[in-house]
């Protein structure tokens, strides 16, 4: 009896998908660009901007500014990487919590690897951050977490 037969079943977690979450800031190509190196031309590589709501408001409303600011984000990713990898795309989600958006994204699209980056805050010495910390804590899948030499 042969235990480790696997199902031929075309299901979410046999799709080769790479999960990139992004910020808006500076190491968000690279992000991109490690995701480049650990796929290929099959691969599906979904970028992800969350925006994160105060708890004072509801987690519906309009952030024009903050929307704005990510679909620029997400289009000028795409447009790069997308020579590369036709089927990639970007989810903007509004959240209370970044670490907690990330995983549930986790959760629906089941990739093969997870990669977010390590930003360093103004006038602080280096720290990876909660969010980055609750993601490793916490998640299902193989994660890479990018740190920029620069800092």
Known sequence: ?????????????????ILVAVSGNNIDEK???CAGAFSNPE???ILIHVIIIERSSPLDIDNENSYNKAEKTLKSLENK?????????????????????????VKINKPRLLILGANKKENEKFDIGE?????????????ILYKDPNF
């Open 31 to 33: 992000l991109v660009q």
């Open 1 to 17: 009896m042969n235990i480790f037969k696997f199902s031929k079943n075309k299901s979410n977690y046999y799709k080769d998908k």
């Open 43 to 45: 691969t599906t590589i």
């Open 81 to 105: 990487i997308r020579k590369m990898h036709p089927s990639t795309f970007g989810e903007i989600i509004q959240a209370r919590h970044a670490g907690a958006a990330i995983l549930e994204m």
């Open 131 to 143: 969010n980055a910390q609750f993601v490793l804590k916490n998640n299902i899948c193989p994660t």
